[in-house]
C-alpha cells in the first residue's frame, strides 16, 4: 500500500486564522487526512513546505511511519528541526496512521496499545475575545460554563507582550482571575495562559497573588527557549502547576525540558511535533519524570482534536486536552461525521482510522482567505491602540 498523492487543503473558519489539511491517498484506494498547525499569516507558508515534503512520499509506503519521518528529518531538513518543518510532517505523519488504521480496520488507539481510557476530557478555549472588557468575558465564560464544560483557559494578560510589565497590568490580572473565580464558583478549572511574556521577577509575583484563587495552571510563564527560566519559576512555586511545551516541537526541546525538572504538565501540539508517533516518544520520555501530559490543540476540531482524542485515549500520563470552541461550528459543518463533545468529555470512536471524515466539496467552497487586513497592522500600530482601547495603558510608556 503505496502513497500515490498527497492534496493540501486550507479552509477558512470564518476566524482568526486559516485551518491546513492534508488528503494522503494510496495506491490501494484508503486515504487518510492529516493537519498541520498554523498560525495566521503563516499558513501558505506551510502549505508550500507540505506540498514540496509531499514529492519525497510518493511511492513510500504508507506504513513505513518512523522510518519516513526519520528520512525526512535526515535527508530532506538535514537535520534541522523548524516549527514550519515539524507542523508540515505532522500533518502527512498524522494521515498515515489514519491510512494504516483503516486498511486493519480498527481505531488508531487499537494499533498504539489500546484504549487506557473510555473517554477523552477537553477543556475549552477559544471562548474570550481580547477586545471585550472583563465583564463581557465573564458572560462568555458561564457560556461556557453552561454548555457543559468544567475547565477554560485564557490569557488575562493585557497587551501588549512584554517580559517586564508594569504594576497597573499585574493589578489588572489578578483582578480578572478573581472575577473569573467569583463568576465560575470554586470547583470551576481556571487555566492561566501567559504565552512566554514575562521575565521569572514578574512571573513569580504575579503567580504567587494567584494561588489564592486556585487555579488549575499557570501556562509558560517564561520564554522556553532558556528553559531555565521556567524552571526557576516553578521552584519558587510549589503546589502551583507549571505548563510548558506549546513552543517546544522537538523530542529533544522536550528532553531539555523534562531534565530541568521545569514543568508539572507539558503540553506538546500533535500537529507541530512530529504527529503521533513523536507525541508516544514525548509521553513516554515524560512518564518517568512523574510529568503529565496535556496535549495543546490550537488546530480543528476535526483532524486535529481527532488525533488528539486517538493518542490521549492510550497514554497512561493523560490530564487535560484542549478544544477551540469557537472553531467547533464550521468544522462541524465540513464534517462528515464530527466528534461530540459532551460534559468536557469526548468518547472514544470506535469506527476505523481517526473515526471521522471531510466533505471535501464543502471543504473547497470555503478557501484560503488573506488575512492581511488583520495582519498588516504595523507593530507601532499595534502598541499603540491596542492598550490605550482595551485597558487604558498609556501608549507613551508602552511604544517599541
Known amino acids: 500500500m503505496k502513497i500515490a498523492r498527497i492534496e493540501t487543503f486550507l479552509f477558512d473558519p470564518g476566524l482568526a486564522k486559516n485551518l491546513l489539511f492534508c488528503r494522503v491517498e494510496t495506491d490501494s484506494g484508503v486515504h487518510g487526512w492529516g493537519e498541520a498547525y498554523v498560525t495566521p499569516g503563516k499558513e501558505q507558508v506551510i ?23 526519520q528520512v525526512i528529518f535526515d535527508d530532506f531538513a538535514m537535520r534541522r528541526a523548524s516549527l514550519d518543518l515539524l507542523s508540515a510532517w505532522s500533518a502527512i505523519e498524522i494521515a498515515m496512521w489514519d491510512i494504516v488504521a483503516k486498511a486493519a480496520g480498527q481505531p488508531i488507539y487499537n494499533l498504539l496499545g489500546g484504549a487506557s481510557r473510555e473517554r477523552v476530557k477537553v477543556y475549552a478555549n477559544g471562548w474570550s475575545s481580547g477586545t471585550e472588557s472583563i465583564e463581557q468575558n465573564l458572560e462568555r465564560a458561564l457560556k461556557v460554563k453552561e454548555a457543559g464544560y468544567t475547565a477554560l483557559k485564557w490569557d488575562p494578560f493585557p497587551g501588549p507582550w512584554r517580559s517586564w510589565i508594569h504594576r497597573e497590568d499585574e493589578d489588572h490580572v489578578v483582578n480578572y482571575v478573581r472575577r473569573m473565580r467569583e463568576t465560575l464558583g470554586p470547583d470551576f478549572g481556571l487555566l492561566v495562559e501567559v504565552h512566554r511574556r514575562l521575565s521569572p521577577m514578574h512571573a513569580i509575583r504575579i503567580g504567587q497573588r494567584l494561588r489564592e484563587f486556585d487555579i488549575g495552571w499557570y501556562e509558560e510563564p517564561c520564554l522556553c527557549d532558556n528553559i531555565e527560566l521556567v524552571a526557576e519559576v516553578r521552584r519558587a512555586m510549589p503546589g502551583v502547576p507549571i505548563v510548558t511545551g506549546e513552543a517546544i516541537y522537538s523530542k529533544e526541546g522536550f528532553a531539555q525540558a523534562l531534565a530541568a525538572r521545569a514543568a508539572d504538565i ?3 501540539d500533535i500537529c507541530n511535533c512530529g504527529g503521533i508517533s513523536a507525541m508516544l516518544d514525548i509521553a513516554a520520555m515524560a512518564q518517568p519524570h512523574a510529568v503529565a501530559m496535556a496535549p495543546h490543540n490550537y488546530n480543528s476540531t476535526l ?8 493518542l490521549s485515549a492510550v497514554i497512561p500520563n493523560f490530564w487535560l486536552a484542549e478544544c477551540f470552541i469557537n472553531l467547533k461550528p464550521a468544522c462541524d459543518e465540513i464534517a462528515v461525521q464530527p466528534l461530540v463533545v459532551k460534559d468536557s468529555f469526548v468518547d472514544l470512536p470506535t469506527s476505523p482510522g481517526h473515526g471521522i471524515d471531510l466533505d471535501v466539496a464543502k471543504l473547497r467552497a470555503k478557501p484560503f482567505r488573506d488575512m492581511g487586513s488583520r495582519t498588516g497592522k504595523t507593530l507601532r500600530s499595534y502598541t499603540e491602540e491596542f492598550p490605550r482601547k482595551h485597558y487604558q495603558v498609556a501608549a507613551t510608556r508602552t511604544g517599541y
Open 47 to 69: 502549505e508550500h513546505l507540505l506540498q514540496v515534503m509531499a514529492k519525497y512520499m510518493i511511492g513510500r509506503s504508507a506504513h513505513s511511519i518512523r522510518h519516513s519521518a
Open 266 to 268: 507539558i503540553n506538546p
Open 303 to 310: 483532524i486535529g482534536l481527532a488525533a488528539t482524542v486517538q
